[in-house]
């Protein structure tokens, strides 16, 4: 056996008892949980919380895309750079700086008072997010020995799924019966609860072969590039795809790739070294996480809009309805578990991802009339689909990728699907405006409403864009009234109907590449950084 491998081993052994409950292996793995937790939350507790926002603070739809994209993207970028930092520095202080940040973030969120202030600090809120999360796993590499770290992982993972889920419900509870500064405020006292587990519990790991450099400049190239590109395609619907603006982020986007994937040939201690994507399935894997992310999130961004805005639920009743995807996500991710231990990553993943593709299509075919039960098959089948990915992408990435390299590969994988949330929602998002803009006008004349110019017209077809019908002057007859929500609701529908097909088109490219994944053959163990 290797020495690297024979280290790995140690690291992953928890020193013997006799230091009371400093380290202890399933304390650390409450504490590291309860940190976690809100990044999880995070993710769906503020969809529920965004058309509050939005009447609230006057925001654009591009606008409530970035109180989105921009957490989404901040912890795409820096995920393997809070990797790095934990090797470097000792993954407990960074879980302890993340937990602290997140807290703090929140706070100032809850207590802004334009969408400006909201979008910079959901962006730092994301900076710190990122240290939590491979931090906590390599905490837990640290903390449990080999036989019993897959236990771990799995009530780990279980805990994000249980809070991706209640995160519609916490969300519509405090937007409908507090308010939407409420839902940043919840994560005061989880991370103020972190930050003190962390103190008294967590004992720290990290790396003795760890770097002592970072790649600025590759940090700087590939933040640079993604920030270009997402801009790009959200202002794309307002300058025009073909507009030199739109050409110049997104054409300085790719020349950013470029420089960042030639200076990683060249730097000492590249920020992803780019020898992890000579293993096909890696790459593919990489790419799936991608699109899967790219599919879901997109998707799910319009679906709160659509439950709320066209079918007048509250925020607790479109948190109700989103259950049965988020329910069974939590339940498919151990059975997912289970079938890829038997058959491997890549019987399981295609089929999900086609059961993903079915759900999308079903999807699209929603309407302003649609019942809550056909709602409620999709959101299964989705939930269902989306599971296998999850689950498997770990072992797809991270055990075909070298023993040396497996925390970066970890870091990456996260990344990935980040990268792919920020983009789904600013790619779909433009799909979705430009079709509305194309059959608003249309549907508007068609239910025989008087034409409107100028400003009127851009507040209208923003709104449209948001499933907002708009408000119609006092003494307007309800039959005039009934024609304005008609002609904007089946507008704002026509336009998710189209996003959630593009959606359905890469989570089939997303079921071939597949097809090119396999169990990894080294025994790295889970994404962690030791």
């Known amino acids: 056996m290797s020495q690297s491998v024979l280290d790995s081993q140690q690291a992953a052994t928890p020193p013997a008892g006799g230091r009371g409950l400093k380290g202890h292996p399933w304390l650390t ?27 609230d603070l006057g925001a654009s739809p591009a606008d409530i895309q970035w109180v989105t994209s921009g957490y989404l993207l901040a912890l795409a970028v820096f995920l393997v750079t809070a990797g790095k930092i934990g090797d470097r520095f000792g993954h407990k202080a960074t879980f302890l700086v993340g937990a602290a940040g997140f807290a703090a973030t929140s706070a100032a969120i809850g207590f802004a008072t334009s969408i400006q202030t909201v979008i910079a600090f959901r962006v730092l809120q994301g900076l710190f997010g990122a240290l ?31 809070s991706t889920a209640a995160g519609p419900i916490v969300g519509g509870l405090l937007v409908e019966h507090v308010n939407w500064q409420s839902v940043f405020w919840i994560n005061i006292p989880v991370g103020l609860l972190a930050l003190a587990l962390g103190l008294w519990i967590l004992r720290d790991a990290r790396s003795e072969n760890a770097a002592k450099s970072f790649d600025i400049p590759g940090i700087v190239l590939l933040s640079g590039a993604m920030f270009m590109l997402v801009w790009g395609i959200i202002k794309a619907p307002v300058w025009g795809w073909g507009d030199p603006a739109t050409l110049l982020f997104i ?3 790719v020349l950013a790739m470029v420089l960042f994937a030639f200076w990683q040939t060249r730097a000492e201690e590249p920020l992803i070294p780019l020898g992890l994507f000579r293993s096909v399935p890696l790459s593919a894997g990489t790419l799936l996480m991608v699109l899967m992310a790219f599919a879901f999130f997109g998707g799910v961004f319009f679906v709160t809009f659509y439950l709320q805005n066209v079918h007048g639920m509250s925020p607790v009743q479109a948190g109700v309805h989103l259950l049965p995807m988020t329910g ?36 699209s075919t929603l309407t302003v009339d649609s019942g809550n039960g056909v709602m409620a098959l999709w959101f299964v089948l989705m939930g269902l689909g989306l599971s296998p990915v999850m689950v498997g992408a770990t072992e797809v990435i991270v055990g075909n990728a070298p023993l040396e390299l497996s925390g970066v590969a970890g870091g990456l994988q996260q990344a990935a699907m980040q990268v792919g949330g920020s983009l789904g929602t600013a790619v779909l998002g433009a799909v ?44 307007t007859p309800q039959k005039v009234v009934d024609a304005m929500a008609g002609a904007v609701h089946t507008s704002f529908v026509s336009g998710m109907s189209v996003a959630f097909l593009v959606a359905g088109v890469v989570a089939l490219v997303a079921a071939g590449l597949g097809l090119l994944t396999k169990r990894g053959s080294t025994e790295a163990g889970p994404a962690v950084h030791i």
Not at 436 to 464: I, S
């Open 432 to 475: 979705m405006a430009s079709k509305v803009t194309d059959v608003l006008p249309g549907k508007w004349a068609a239910a025989g409403l008087p034409p409107v110019q100028g400003a009127q017209a851009e507040g209208l077809r923003q709104a449209a864009q948001l499933g907002i019908a708009p408000p119609a002057p006092a003494g």
């Open 29 to 55: 793995l409450l504490t590291v949980a309860v940190g976690v937790m809100m990044v999880a939350l995070d993710g769906t507790v503020v969809a529920i919380a965004n058309p509050a926002i939005q009447a």
């Open 251 to 253: 054409g300085g986007a």
């Open 132 to 162: 939590l999360q491979p931090a906590a796993l390599g905490l837990l590499r640290g903390a449990f020995p080999a036989d019993r770290l897959n236990m771990a992982i799995g009530i780990w993972g279980g805990v994000i799924g249980a």
């Open 328 to 363: 069974m996500m939590i339940v498919g991710a151990p059975v997912a578990g289970a079938a890829i231990g038997k058959v491997g990553p890549r019987i399981p993943i295609v089929v999900g991802m086609l059961f993903t593709t079915a759900a999308m299509a079903g999807m």
